[in-house]
């Protein structure tokens, strides 16, 4: 089914991106064994930030920018988390403006690259700052639609009870950030 994306690994970690970039190619080389041409979307190590997709001397950016797939149905999924530390662990977030700023080099990179892009792990809090940054980091990805295919927000569901970045609606109804998801909704 071609509306199937196939989700390579959730954030491989603890190992260096050029240790990551030939476990990747023999993964999609033996998905496209199988006569699968679905979308694959291929993390970076670190958590697969893309504030720090092009950052180090072991950069996903480095390691990943020849990574070719024969299907040519391939994008890079990257998470970015708008909270001071991108660690999507807090309740506050960095400003708008610098929320959005996060993803200038990985899209710079996705251009120069001819790649495309995945946000496929980003969530803010209800605080009326957060709620801005969403907007602003949504405004990015549909300003970047030519390298930035879509997005998956986290989280929602049930199972998440109280959690500060969660959609599912409750008692009270919706959450705020679907009001901005919502608008941006691809």
């Not at 476990?23 to 679905?38: F, K």
């Not at 709620?131 to 639609?145: E, F, I, N, R, Y």
Request: glycine residues 10%.
């Amino acid at each position: 089914d071609k509306r199937i994306a196939f989700g390579m690994m959730n954030e491989p970690n603890g190992l260096s991106a050029t240790a990551w970039r030939p476990i990747a190619e023999a993964s999609l080389q033996a998905i496209r064994a199988t006569g699968a041409r679905n979308l694959v979307l291929v993390p970076g190590t670190n958590w697969s930030g893309a504030h720090s997709w092009t950052k180090g001397s072991d950069s996903n950016g480095d390691a990943l920018k020849t990574l070719v797939d024969p299907a040519n149905n391939m994008a890079f999924e990257m998470h970015q988390y708008p909270d001071a530390d991108s660690s999507g662990t807090h309740p506050e977030c960095v400003s708008p403006k610098a929320a959005a700023q996060a993803f200038d080099s990985a899209t710079a990179w996705l251009r120069a690259n001819k790649a495309r892009g995945f946000l496929g792990e980003f969530g803010v809090s209800g605080d009326p700052n957060c709620l801005a940054a969403l907007d602003a980091v949504l405004g990015t990805l549909d300003a970047g639609s030519d390298v930035w295919l879509g997005w998956t927000y986290w989280a929602g569901g049930a199972l998440w009870g109280p959690y500060m970045y969660s959609v599912q609606p409750d008692k009270t109804g919706d959450k705020p950030q679907m009001s901005i998801l919502i608008r941006h909704k691809s």
